[in-house]
């Protein structure tokens, strides 16, 4: 049992040294009817010069919108070459530098009429 979860932890602090800390799964998203598209604005507790998350061991407890990689890789919001989501099958990653054509087109079909971007 203890052996479990020490090679969870080891396994969770492996898959963390495979970050690249590029800080783009910290920006804030749109989600438009299950599409992700990467915002400009970052989660205002990723330090800007370091890419590092300045409260990364209070995180949940900090910003309850921060989510765990599982649910990260379940709804999408690492992008296509983040180590933990490279050559998942069927793996969705986000739209980034979206056509603004093409967000004011999904954000159509989300409510429902134009949208001027
Ligand atoms: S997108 Fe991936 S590599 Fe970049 S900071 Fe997030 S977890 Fe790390
Ligand atoms: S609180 Fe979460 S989303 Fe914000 S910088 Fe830290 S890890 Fe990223």
Known sequence: MGGK???EKEAHRAREATC???GRCC????????RIFY???AC??????????????????????????????RRGVFPADCPYVAGLAGYRPPMED???EALADALDALVGEEVEL
Do not use: M, W
């Open 5 to 7: 979860v020490a090679s």
């Open 39 to 41: 915002l400009d604005t």
């Open 44 to 73: 205002p507790h990723l330090d800007p010069e370091t890419r590092l998350c300045r409260v990364y061991e209070r995180r949940f407890e900090v910003n309850p919108d921060c989510i765990s990689v599982g649910e990260g890789v």
């Open 20 to 22: 690249r800390r590029c």
């Open 98 to 100: 979206p056509d603004p």
């Open 27 to 34: 920006h804030q998203k749109l989600n438009v009817d299950g």
